[in-house]
């Protein structure tokens, strides 16, 4: 009898014990959460076709409201926005909204409203960083407008590519999402505050990678003085210094056991105008100092890039010191941090919020290079696009040092009578145009109004190395190109 009564309290404690369980690690419920809905219209251009858009799409995010009644999300959630609004968490009411300001590199986006009442009632959230092994909640909405919060615990942090553009320090953490239609992105807290932000999720593998808090901090505290610079560059690449022989070649002494070797200084970036060259040994950015493979021991996340204390930890125009190694002398350098305009590259890694520019010559259409262009002709880009303007876009800091200023290429040959012959033409790099060297779009304009003898003589640098066009044919076609190819214009040279 006794043996019985001890099975069945066994029997009732197990279970028992599982809900206990579950009720400990339930998330806190926070009964006023400080976030909005934000909805997005976004309609890109297509780069393949130069005049016209893609579809419209719409998507829907959560956003964190914090100081200054301003909403944070990531700037892919708005990138060719054409409308935005906030909404209430329990439906309804909604306001429009806008781009305060917005940095594609970081992912960042800060959103307001006109509507002077809307947020008001909201207590922004305040913004603290975490650290491995830390419990985070994503926050979703139900559609009654009540939070869901599911844990998860931070697993990694580490340097890695961002959505659109730019290396930076990414949290990734191990959760079970639930699939709702506010799940584009979704703030991540700890303790009640904002820690990260949901950049993307794989579903099968239960992983999210989160824009960090020292990113966020940096993005906000930068547009405090009601303009924004951006996280500085130092423009240099490097190798590890690791191989014996290489160590001895750069005279490193013995008793120095970190540095890396210098492989390229970007033309015009801080470092080159500090003085630091080629087949330098880079031994210490400030207090940081660097290790054989480019890292530093961070006293939060332990041994990351360098490039993190760079651009994280300092500002445009803050003043750095480098110690370097040149030929076994030491030496110090003072480099001002400097923000890249990335339009100003030869090959922009992203075009957004703004058409892209080309030209219509007699049914050759003429583009500029950039990533977009590649990312649309070929989503996943990397071995799939064009060898030539692939190689071009990836070593153009090297290759493109003294010009042209862009990469201008043949991107599509349009069917009609003047063109015949010319149809399998397509990613050519044109060199001349009419004997005018070609350094943008722009001089493709010029450069027409002046044929040779009645033809276009226009020069690639890959075969066929030169064409002709009849300069008299390529005007009287474009009213039939465009009737034809449904074209609203014939050239953008913004």
């Known amino acids: ?57 719409t998507r829907r995010a959560v956003g964190a409201v914090i100081a200054g009644e301003r909403v944070i999300v990531p700037a892919e959630m708005v990138a060719n926005a054409t409308y935005l609004e906030f909404e209430l968490p329990e439906g309804g009411k909604k306001v ?95 303790d009640g505050k904002l820690t990260a932000i949901l950049m993307s999720y794989d579903n099968q593998a239960d992983n999210a990678n989160l824009i960090p808090a020292p990113v966020i901090e940096h993005f906000l505290k930068d547009i405090e003085d009601g303009k924004y610079d951006g996280f500085p560059r130092g423009g240099f690449a490097f190798n590890s210094l690791r191989d014996p022989q290489l160590r001895r070649y750069c005279k490193v002494p013995d008793d120095v056991t970190g540095g890396v070797f210098i492989t390229e200084v970007m033309k015009d970036s801080p470092m080159e105008k500090a003085g630091l060259q080629r087949g330098d040994v880079l031994l210490q950015l400030d207090e940081y100092p660097v290790d054989q493979d480019g890292n530093y021991p961070d006293v939060d996340y332990g041994k990351i890039p360098v490039s993190h204390a760079l651009s994280v930890k300092h500002f445009v125009d803050d003043t ?135 033809f276009h003589k226009i020069d690639f640098v890959e075969d066929p190395t030169t064409i002709y066009l009849n300069a008299e044919e390529a005007v009287k076609n474009e009213p039939l190109i465009q009737q034809q190819y449904h074209l609203p214009i014939l050239k953008r040279l913004e």
Do not use: C
């Open 1 to 57: 009898m006794n043996h019985l009564i001890f099975m069945r309290i066994l029997l009732i404690i197990s279970l028992i014990l599982p809900f206990t369980v579950r009720a400990e690690e339930k998330p806190v419920v926070f009964e006023k959460p400080s976030a909005v809905r934000v909805n997005a219209t976004t309609q890109a251009w297509d780069f393949v076709r130069p005049w016209s858009k893609r579809p419209p799409i």
């Open 320 to 454: 750095l010191k480098v110690e370097i190694l040149r030929m076994g002398l030491r030496k110090t350098l003072d480099a001002t941090l400097i923000r890249r305009n990335v339009q100003e590259s030869v090959s922009p890694a992203y075009i957004i919020d703004r058409a892209p520019n080309f030209i219509v010559v007699g049914g050759l259409v003429f583009q500029e290079l950039s990533r977009q262009y590649l990312k649309d002709i070929a989503p996943e880009w990397h071995g799939q696009t064009p060898d030539r303007l692939a190689f071009y876009d990836r070593n153009q800091g090297e290759l493109f040092r003294d010009g042209p200023k862009k990469i201008v290429f043949l991107s599509a040959v349009l069917p009609i009578p003047s063109t015949v012959g010319f149809e399998s033409l397509n990613h050519l790099v044109v060199k001349k145009i009419n004997d005018v060297e070609i350094q943008t779009l722009k001089d493709i304009a010029t450069a027409i109004e002046k044929p040779i003898k009645g």
């Open 96 to 190: 429009p909204a806008a781009i305060e300001y917005v940095d594609y590199e970081a992912n960042l986006a800060l959103l307001k409203t006109d509507n002077a009442d809307f947020l008001k009632g909201f207590t922004p959230m305040e913004i603290v960083p975490s650290r491995l092994g830390d419990t985070l909640n994503v926050m979703q909405f139900e559609n009654s407008g009540r939070p869901l919060f599911t844990n998860g615990p931070l697993t990694t942090a580490e340097l890695a590519s961002y959505q659109i553009d730019g290396m930076f320090l990414i949290y990734r953490m191990t959760v079970r999402i639930q699939n709702r239609d506010n799940g584009f992105s979704l703030p991540v807290l700890r």
